[in-house]
């Protein structure tokens, strides 16, 4: 005799929140530009060059957040952003230039 279990999830939760946060490296003020809409929880972040290492790190919360850049090489960097009480998260590419 063969029994045969089928399970599925009851739900299914999204656990990226990358279409509620938008990047832009502004060359002129040598900062990154984070916004951060829709979400009422405070973020840490990280930054690492493409070889993985960790650049700057810190935390930020909803609106129109700034992360200094003007002592970053140039090259293509990483951001990861955790929010601070679920497991949601976002990971974008910059280009310093």
Not at 23 to 30: A, R
Not at 71 to 89: A, E, F, H, S
């Amino acid at each position: 005799m063969v029994y045969t279990f089928n399970v599925s999830p009851l739900s299914f939760e999204d656990k990226s929140i990358d279409d509620k946060i938008d990047v832009y490296y502004n060359n002129n003020t040598k900062k990154l530009i984070v916004a951060v809409g829709s979400i009422e929880n405070n973020f840490d972040y990280q930054v690492f060059n493409i070889t993985g290492k960790l650049i700057r790190d810190g935390n930020f919360s909803q609106g129109v957040n700034t992360i200094e850049c003007s002592n970053l090489q140039t090259g293509l960097y990483i951001l990861d952003v955790k929010d601070n009480k679920t497991t949601n998260r976002a990971v974008k590419k910059f280009m310093k230039r």
